[in-house]
Antibody, heavy 116, light 112 residues
């Protein structure tokens, strides 16, 4: 069965950096676009970024463009999100999901807290 | 960005009664491949989102058949024919036709 397991969340100060990861299993990882979503505490869902199977196609939400970088390592069945210049408003649970346009599989999420 | 306007934002339903959630998109959700990328998600407290419906009306495996999706132009509807206690949670519509994918504000479903 499909499994997506995020890790790497934690507490970071404004302006700091963090890299979160998602390890996939149960499907041919390299065949799928993957997406990061996030959900601020008590708020709704927001898409952050997606990446194609070959890494040739990436997109970012305007709120993170220039600060976040999505990447993947198909040999390790892993998806990453490098988050730089973090802001308090980036505080959220970050989920990886697939496929991109209509995500049917989600991880359990990893909490990123940006606080002074 | 495509705006997804969801209503109502909260809904209290008697067990066994029907419920309906509406989602209106600010533009067509038909992608160049001819598909309409409108999905519905359920999120129970403390859990990850769970997809219920994809491409407007296709029910996911394991989703009870009391859940159904429909469309009329840019208006989309999720219906629960008879609400059960396990249906409590937040429901979101999402469009995947135009980047950035966008969600409705969510509808909180409670039992009356």
């Amino acid at each position: 069965q499909v499994q997506l397991v995020e890790s790497g969340g934690g507490l970071v100060k404004p302006g700091g950096s963090l890299r979160i990861s998602c390890v996939a299993s149960g499907f041919s990882f390299s065949d799928y676009y993957m997406t990061w979503f996030r959900q601020a505490p008590g708020k709704g869902l927001e898409c952050v970024s997606f990446i194609s199977g070959s890494s040739g196609d990436t997109q970012y939400a305007a709120s993170v463009r220039g600060r976040f970088t999505i990447s993947r390592d198909n040999a390790k069945n892993s998806l990453y999100l490098q988050m730089d210049s973090l802001r308090v408003e980036d505080t959220a649970v970050y989920y990886c999901a697939r496929p991109s346009r209509e995500p049917g599989d989600w991880g359990q999420g990893t909490l990123v807290t940006v606080s002074p | 960005d495509v705006v997804m306007t969801q209503s109502p934002l909260s809904l209290a339903v008697t067990l066994g009664q029907p419920a309906s959630i509406s989602c209106r998109s600010s533009q067509s959700l038909v992608y160049s491949d001819g598909n309409t990328y409108l999905s519905w998600f359920q999120q129970r407290p403390g859990q990850s989102p769970r997809r219920l419906i994809y491409k407007v009306s296709n029910r996911d495996s394991g989703v009870p058949n009391r859940f159904s999706g429909s469309e009329s132009g840019t208006d989309f509807t999720l219906k629960i024919s008879r609400v059960e206690a396990e249906d409590v949670g937040n429901y979101y519509c999402m469009q995947g036709a135009h980047w950035p994918w966008t969600f409705g504000q969510g509808t909180k479903v409670e039992i009356k």
